[in-house]
T-cell receptor
Framework: NAGVTQTPKFQVLKTGQSMTLQCAQD?????MYWYRQDPGMGLRLIYY???????DKGEVPNGYNVSRLNKREFSLRLESAAPSQTSVYFC?????????????FGQGTRLTVV | QKEVEQNSGPLSVPEGAIASLNCTYS??????FFWYRQYSGKSPELIMS????GDKEDGRFTAQLNKASQYVSLLIRDSQPSDSATYLC????????????FGTGTKLQVIP
């Protein structure tokens, strides 16, 4: 049971390039999340998807787009990367309907924009 | 913006002592609270969840919740060097949403 799988694990982009971070979960969870983590800033929510077909903005959505492709997959796209988007990105999933359930995290993607 | 506040630390405790980690939150309607542990370079992993006022114990860990004071804490008894990590407090926002907000984390150092 793989849990939450993110690809790639590391990426270096030049300013202005685009890329998509992939996330897939095999736990049949309805809710999925994208967070970024910067030193001293904790985990900040970029976008989340409460269920297949819905997405909502989090705390820091500017410069990002998301797609909930199906129940398993939730991708994060950077259309024109900026150095301020250098960060560690975590995808997470969670069972919907019971707000007491924990979120499970992927292993993270370390993105550097130069 | 609903907030979750933690002291960033580092909190240094000697091996065998009790470590006390604290968290306050602004959303009075929040019902679910989580403590995650994150080792350097790794992803967060759940330590405890709590949603009723009072204490919840699991081995060396005790989570405490006081909704009236909007305060949640984590106690680690008999602290071990392997407990050295960053501890993240997370709160499920009210309103029927699945939105989970994290604090900035407290770095714990257990000194052998």
């Amino acid at each position: 049971n793989a849990g939450v799988t993110q690809t790639p694990k590391f990426q270096v982009l030049k300013t202005g390039q685009s890329m998509t971070l992939q996330c897939a979960q095999d736990m049949n969870h309805n809710s999925m999340y994208w967070y970024r983590q910067d030193p001293g800033m904790g985990l900040r929510l970029i976008y989340y998807s409460a269920s297949e077909g819905t997405t909502d903005k989090g705390e820091v959505p500017n410069g990002y787009n998301v797609s909930r492709l199906n129940k398993r997959e939730f991708s994060l796209r950077l259309e024109s990367a900026a150095p301020s988007q250098t960060s560690v990105y975590f995808c997470a999933s969670r069972r919907q309907g019971a707000v007491n359930t924990e979120a499970f995290f992927g292993q993270g993607t370390r993105l550097t924009v130069v | 913006q609903k907030e979750v506040e933690q002291n960033s630390g580092p909190l240094s405790v000697p091996e065998g002592a009790i470590a006390s980690l604290n968290c306050t939150y602004s959303d009075r309607g929040s019902q679910s609270f989580f403590w995650y542990r994150q080792y350097s370079g790794k992803s967060p992993e759940l330590i405890m969840s709590i949603y009723s006022n009072g204490d919840k114990e699991d081995g060396r860990f005790t989570a405490q919740l006081n909704k009236a004071s909007q305060y949640v804490s984590l106690l680690i008894r008999d602290s071990q060097p392997s407990d050295s990590a960053t501890y993240l407090c997370a709160v499920n926002e009210s309103g029927g949403y699945q939105k989970v907000t994290f604090g900035t984390g407290t770095k714990l150092q257990v000194i052998p």
